[in-house]
């Protein structure tokens, strides 16, 4: 009414208001009345903002790769930029003037692919295919940097790297590559399982061979022990049987001894008996028979006398014509032998 207008700003908008060329007044959110046809307006927006983008760029082997990701940013210094873009409002404050705030991503975008563009024509295909984050930190610090953003007054928040693709050739290219080198990895991987199996059996079987070895050595160390203990046995036998032989020819030697020495007392004792009897019978050897008969007959029975008579008869049997003997000397004879038998 009457040219009289109300505005009032949102806090993440920095208004700026112009009267006659000179600002009256300019602030985040705020709100005030105005005489529309002497003021102009200008609200800058503070609020940070993310801009999506793609890029089809080339690497350094001249492959062709796009590039998607988005940028954050928002207007650090407001002064600036409504100095070099145009953010007037409608004397109604209700839309812009032009059309500088919606071109205002697009120049950040041209700034962001010259960037992109740079880092990604330093790399190889697959290397650029694998360094997305490597490319978004580049990118990052370069557009901070740039000139242009900060004549602009503007601050980038971050650049994110969503995704690095091939073309679609290129793509089925890497992936028939990637798909035989995955192949060859897993024949690989089956022949190195094979050669561990057989590694595994060959060391189960030199293990097993080991073990065997390690039982015929055992085997032939008891064996060797047993024979060695059975010689050391047959060698105290043959010890024992030696010094067993040793005491029996001690023994031996012992009796031929005792036995010379018993033969040497028994000589020595028939000499003594000889030298005896020749000292009885050299008396004697003087004597006639009869005498020695007569001599002999002291002390005899009966008995013996009458034998002795039968037998000096026998001796003169042709001088004796007729001998009769009574049965009662007979009977006495033989009753006298058999006691004096029984007597001896």
């Known amino acids: 009414m ?8 949102q806090p993440t908008t920095y ?9 009256k007044r300019q602030g985040a959110g705020l709100s005030f009345c105005y005489f529309a046809p002497t003021t102009s307006l200008v609200a800058v927006p503070l609020e940070s903002n993310e801009i999506p983008f793609i890029f089809a760029e080339s690497t350094a082997d001249h492959q062709e790769i796009t590039v998607q990701g988005y940028v954050t940013y928002r207007i650090a210094e407001p002064e600036k930029i409504a100095a070099l873009l145009n953010f007037s409002l409608s004397p109604n404050g209700r839309r812009y003037l032009a059309e500088d705030a919606e071109k ?8 962001i692919q010259v960037q992109v563009r740079g880092e990604v024509q330093k790399r190889l295909l697959r290397q650029a295919l694998v360094s997305s984050d490597e490319v978004g930190d580049q990118v990052f610090e370069a557009v901070c940097t740039a000139p242009e953003i900060i004549r602009l007054g503007l601050e980038i928040l971050g650049v994110s790297i969503l995704a690095v693709k091939p073309a679609p050739e290129t793509a089925r290219a890497l992936e028939a590559e990637a798909r035989e080198q995955l192949l060859l990895e897993a024949d690989e991987a ?27 050595k055992k085997k032939r160390q008891v064996k060797e022990e ?27 030697e012992k009796r031929k001894a005792l036995v010379e020495r018993a033969g040497d007392n028994a000589k020595t004792e028939a000499d003594a008996k000889e030298y005896a009897l020749a000292a009885v019978v050299k008396p004697l050897a003087k004597l006639d028979t009869k005498t020695l008969q ?14 002795q008579s039968f037998q000096s008869m ?13 049965p009662d000397l007979l009977r006495e004879l033989m009753e006298d032998r058999s006691q004096y038998g029984a007597n001896n």
């Open 2 to 9: 009457f040219g009289i207008n109300y505005i009032k700003a």
């Open 15 to 23: 208004l700026m208001q112009y009267s006659n060329g000179t600002i």
């Open 104 to 111: 205002l991503p697009q120049r950040i975008l041209q700034v």
């Open 190 to 216: 089956i022949y190195s399982r094979r050669k561990a199996a057989v590694e595994q059996e060959r060391a189960v079987k030199e293990s097993e061979l080991n073990t065997e070895i390690a039982v015929e």
């Open 226 to 252: 047993k024979m060695a203990a059975e010689k050391s046995v047959q060698r105290m036998r043959s010890q024992i049987m030696d010094q067993k032989l040793e005491a029996d020819i001690d023994l031996e």
């Open 294 to 307: 007569s001599l002999a007959s002291v002390g005899m029975n009966p008995s013996q006398l009458i034998a």
């Open 314 to 326: 026998a001796e003169n049997a042709d001088k004796i014509g007729q001998l009769n003997v009574s």
